[in-house]
């Protein structure tokens, strides 16, 4: 998912509105915005992409100086309307509006707790126990309440919250998902990757770092809680595949890192061809690292259709089956009667990637060498990352060359571990790196994330 703030601008929900349109990539099953206008919160969240929900009129009837918004995609609870966010509910401390990005990994055992107790939710996404908690305390602030909420959640949160004229930006003591702090003259912006910033007009300022819960208002910014001191663990695969290349998080550019895995993935996996072609959008960077490193050259040897929708209809069988040609067409003149280094971010089900190596034998590629810019994906995630269960992660049962065969590629690589850690300059501790390692951070005691990776 992907969460934004403004505060303190006379068209807050109308820069909200761009910060999730350049965040549209976090997540584009909902969206949703909510603002204060000085005597009541306004929201409006819908299904589907940002530039459908949102017209001219939606926005005028979201008015006021502070705003936040939220895109979605589901990783707890289902994907429906209940669940889209900002949830906006009416407490004893004011009403709240809440975005969340990350995922509670002891949610399940909160939510029973709470219901034990009388309490009736609305959705069934984890941020809402966050809302409840934070309703129930008798705290003499809204942000006491907050704090007592977090202090009792456990799991990834970037999360921003609305209460009347003030934003509460936290992050969790781990720091899985990123969330920056950014200016816009006079105003404050938040937002899950700079790339929002750079669509405002915004200034990066810096990172809500890890544990820190910062008070933003027009008075300015005001630190409620103290950042935790390290190790964290920044979600690596933020880098590898989730954010985009013109982003900056945890404090590196996503674009130069990719490239860097690219280059890393060709020392350590070389491979005797002609061509590097990478699979379109997030497979570029690092095929143009292996061709800057290995010498071979770079040919776009893949176009990707950008226009493809939800809504695209899967024609009849009878028509044809389209699968993967719809997104990704290979240009025949550039690959065929080559030997072609194909590399891409990730390797999750296999079925893609199966797909896009028999496309390049069709269109003339005389072998097919699959380079991946990260290890083997042998786990789900539990901090935010939509990955299917275990047993449809094709690398969690099957060796290399048994992933080499399903693809029907001429040789398989993936860069190592500690290939991947070292293209990073925050040191290697600092990261999760669970669903390629199976070392799982803050997992040992709960028994229901537990039994997800079984
Ligand atoms: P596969 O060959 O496993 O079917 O698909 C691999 C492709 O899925 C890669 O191109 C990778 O970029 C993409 N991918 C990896 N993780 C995710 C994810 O969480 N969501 C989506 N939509 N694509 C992903
Ligand atoms: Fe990121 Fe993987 Fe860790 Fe999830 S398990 S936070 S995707 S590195
Ligand atoms: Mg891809």
Redesign the pocket.
Known sequence: CGVCAVVGHPDAANLVYLGLYALQHRGQESAGIATWDGHRVHSHRAMGYVADIFDRKTLDRLPGEVAIGHVR?STAGDSALTNAQPLVVNTQHGPLAVAHNGNLVNALSLRHALEGEGAIFQSTSDTEVILHLAARFRADSVEEALLAALAAVKGAYSLVVLARERVLAARDPLGFRPLLLGRLGEAWVVASESCAFDLLGAELVREVAPGEVLRLDRAGVRQIRPAASPPYAHCV?EHV??ARPDSRVFGEDVGIVRQRLGERLALEQPADADVVVG?PD??IPAALGYSRFSGLPFVLGLVRNHYVGRTFIEPKQSIRHFGVKVKLNPVRALVSGKRVVLV?????????????VTMLKQAGAREVHLRISSPP?IGPCFYG???PERREL?ASSATVEVIRQF?GADSLGYLSEAGMLACLETPAENFCTACFSGRYPLLETESETLAKTQ
């Open positions: 995609y695969f595949y989730f699979v997030s497979g891409d971010d990730s390797i999750v089900r296999g079925t893609t990637s199966r797909k896009i994906t990352i939509d990955t094709i693809v």
